[in-house]
Nanobody
Framework: QVQLVESGGGLVQAGGSLSLSCAASGRTFSNYGMGWFRQAPGKEREFVAGISWSGEITYYAVSVKGRFTISRDNAKKTQYLQMNSLNSEDTAVYYC?????????????????WGQGTQVTVSS
């Protein structure tokens, strides 16, 4: 089992920045690819970014590429999502996820473990 706890969500003005963290506990963190998904009201959960177990390979949704940066610190068992140039379309609950297979999968069903989510609201 892997337990994931997100933090760092909140309210930010359009054009601003926010940083999310996801702390993991349980099984060896470095064995897992990590990722971020988000879900806006009335919409399906969508892939935002993923990072390989080593941190060497990253994946991004087209909508966030160039604005968001995913990273991880295996020693701290934590992954991060730095979000810049936020706009109202980024408003959603953001979820941390872990996968033992492929950190670039866009399908939520491919991910094994999930955090409880943290709300990000961008005001215009």
């Amino acid at each position: 089992q892997v337990q994931l706890v997100e933090s760092g969500g909140g309210l930010v003005q359009a054009g601003g920045s926010l940083s999310l963290s996801c702390a993991a506990s349980g099984r060896t963190f470095s064995n897992y690819g990590m990722g971020w998904f988000r879900q806006a009201p009335g919409k399906e959960r969508e892939f935002v970014a993923g990072i390989s177990w080593s941190g060497e390979i990253t994946y991004y949704a087209v909508s966030v590429k160039g604005r968001f940066t995913i990273s991880r610190d295996n020693a701290k068992k934590t992954q991060y999502l730095q979000m810049n140039s936020l706009n109202s379309e980024d408003t959603a609950v953001y979820y941390c996820a872990a996968s033992s297979v492929y950190a670039g999968s866009r399908s939520p069903g491919s991910w094994t473990y999930w955090g409880q989510g943290t709300q990000v609201t961008v005001s215009s």
